[in-house]
């Protein structure tokens, strides 16, 4: 994640700052949007994403239906011409989106810049309350070579536990490496929390469904993929509800980037660090 590889694995990266609520956010747009198209952002496209909420039922008539709650939540998109990279603006956040990753410097001065036109466009932002760092990898080895030469041995799921020669060759048949899953969780106190997922599976390039890349378009390298590949997912954050910085926003998002290069380098192997150099 810190060093720049040759031939990456990162196809997606996402970077969220959640705010206090901008109830009349919708009135800001046009002075917002003008600022995005000069920023390198002219695609603007809006949507209504519906959000539910499930209350504790603690009494009344229990023979009526439960109906959950839904609000229609307005966001906004702004991305560049070639669809690789925008923001997601809501209400209550302000997402970076990135498809075509370069270095981390690169990616947070434009989560900087969306921030500072969001900031001077309503005059101001009272506090932030979450920030989120999130990279998904793509681990795909090479004809002849195999994903437990890329992956360390704690992330090969059920396999793990098997000898190498039984593990391809099963009464004469080989064994096909289809589907695995393992995740680890950490805090670290004052720094935030880092959860890594790691998916082996044999199918055609996924994302994990809580994530909407769209408008973005993947990579042209990872539009064709579809065989056996591992998803390396970290994802670190860190939740607290503090005075609007932008000097401390900046330095606790460079910590969660720590946190997932230290969790994404004891997930790879030497082998795939020298593959992807």
């Not at 705010?19 to 952002?41: C, D, F, V």
């Not at 990753?101 to 979450?130: H, M, Q, W």
């Not at 390039?205 to 990579?219: A, E, H, I, Q």
């Amino acid at each position: 994640m810190g060093k720049k590889y040759a031939n990456a694995p990162v196809y997606f990266t996402i970077g969220q700052v959640r705010h206090n609520t901008l109830l009349s956010l919708k009135a800001y747009l046009p002075a917002i949007q003008e600022r995005m198209r000069k920023a390198g952002y002219p695609d603007f496209k809006s949507a209504q994403q519906m959000q539910f909420s499930f209350g504790a039922i603690t009494g009344g008539d229990d023979t009526q239906p439960f109906q959950p709650g839904v609000q229609q939540i307005e966001s906004y998109t702004f991305s560049n011409l070639e669809g690789t990279q925008g923001f997601l603006m809501e209400p209550s956040a302000l997402s970076f989106r990135c498809t075509e990753y370069e270095t981390f410097p690169k990616f947070y001065a434009e989560l900087e810049r969306g921030l500072s036109i969001l900031e001077e466009a309503v005059d101001g932002l009272a506090y932030f309350e979450r920030l989120g760092l999130r990279y998904l990898d793509a681990v795909v080895p090479a004809e002849g070579e195999t994903l437990q030469q890329y992956l360390a041995r704690e992330v090969w799921g059920t396999p793990a536990s098997l000898d190498l020669n039984q593990m391809y060759q099963f009464e004469g048949q080989p064994l096909t490496y289809n589907h695995s899953f393992a995740e680890s969780s950490a805090t670290i106190p004052s720094i935030g929390q880092v959860v890594s997922r790691v998916v082996a599976q044999n199918s055609e390039l996924r994302f994990p469904p809580d994530l909407l890349p769209d408008p973005l378009k993947v990579g042209e390298r990872f539009r064709g993929l579809n065989g056996q590949h591992a998803t390396v997912d970290v994802d670190a954050s860190f939740s607290e509800r503090r005075k609007y910085d932008s000097t401390e926003i900046k330095d606790r998002f460079q910590h969660l980037h720590d946190l997932v290069e230290l969790f994404f380098n004891a997930t790879v192997t030497d082998y795939a660090r020298k593959a992807w150099s």
